[in-house]
């Protein structure tokens, strides 16, 4: 497991106060995998994820 904030709900890594996403603020330390989306409109996995936004995710979190 490598270094870095997850925001709970969205799974996206974050590196300020708030999540980009949803704006909340509940985060966890605790996760696995990781998947980085480029390019949200023609990425099968951001689609199978549901993911909107490119960015880094985590695929769980603890």
Known sequence: MSKGKVCKKCKIFVEDEKCPICGDSNFTETWK??????NP??????????LEKEGAYAIKTG
């Open 33 to 38: 995998g990781k998947v980085i989306i480029l």
């Open 41 to 50: 409109e023609t990425s099968e996995i951001a689609k199978r994820l549901k």
